[in-house]
T-cell receptor
Framework: DGGITQSPKYLFRKEGQNVTLSCEQNLNHDAMYWYRQDPGQGLRLIYYSQIVNDFQKGDIAEGYSVSREKKESFPLTVTSAQKNPTAFYLC???????????FGQGTRLTVV | EDQVTQSPEALRLQEGESSSLNCSYTVSGLRGLFWYRQDPGKGPEFLFTLYSAGEEKEKERLKATLTKKESFLHITAPKPEDSATYLCAVQAEDMRFGAGTRLTVKP
């Protein structure tokens, strides 16, 4: 089945630790996105990539880093510099241009 | 700056009571407008894509329309299973979302 896989579904980390969230797609999509969603709020763009080895910051990139070494993979690292990392993280992919994005099921990160 | 605003924030309907959700936007170089449904704790599920003013799309009880400044999601005779958060997104350089409308349909 084609789709986007995020792992893990739930993640717990201690304050001050870096953590990496996985996102893999087998849809052969060029563009991939990371969003953050806080309770009762919409999606805010962290980073996006339209092609391998290239990515751009979104509105809330501070404290996050990404890589795009393969077309299928777009991992997100939440660093210790992110002041309030506890949130629901969503990864999406689409063909470049003007087509709809498809989402993974999300990773809920809790930092204690 | 590109902006997407959805209204109302929350909407409570009785089963069978039709209504509309609004998505207004200001964006340079709109490539597409998308509607999604999101259930609690899940990723958004794609519903519709609209590309140009005057375009309409339908799926079961849902109908999406687009003008140059806004889009509407019309819900006809809703059922309790239509309860969810409905998100609007616009595609320009990146894909930007509104805050969503939380719809509750009571039986």
């Amino acid at each position: 089945d084609g789709g986007i896989t995020q792992s893990p579904k739930y993640l717990f980390r201690k304050e001050g630790q870096n953590v990496t969230l996985s996102c893999e797609q087998n849809l052969n999509h060029d563009a991939m996105y990371w969003y953050r969603q806080d309770p009762g709020q919409g999606l805010r763009l962290i980073y996006y990539s339209q092609i391998v080895n290239d990515f751009q910051k979104g509105d809330i990139a501070e404290g996050y880093s990404v890589s795009r070494e393969k077309k299928e993979s777009f991992p997100l690292t939440v660093t210790s510099a992110q002041k309030n990392p506890t949130a629901f993280y969503l990864c999406a992919s689409s063909q470049t241009g003007n087509t709809e994005a498809f989402f993974g099921q999300g990773t809920r990160l809790t930092v204690v | 700056e590109d902006q997407v605003t959805q209204s109302p924030e929350a909407l409570r309907l009785q089963e069978g009571e039709s209504s509309s959700l609004n998505c207004s936007y200001t964006v340079s170089g709109l490539r597409g407008l998308f509607w999604y449904r999101q259930d609690p704790g899940k990723g958004p599920e794609f519903l519709f894509t609209l590309y140009s003013a005057g375009e309409e799309k339908e799926k079961e009880r849902l109908k999406a329309t687009l003008t140059k400044k806004e889009s509407f999601l019309h819900i006809t005779a809703p059922k309790p299973e239509d309860s969810a958060t409905y998100l609007c997104a616009v595609q320009a350089e990146d894909m930007r979302f509104g805050a969503g409308t939380r719809l509750t349909v009571k039986p």
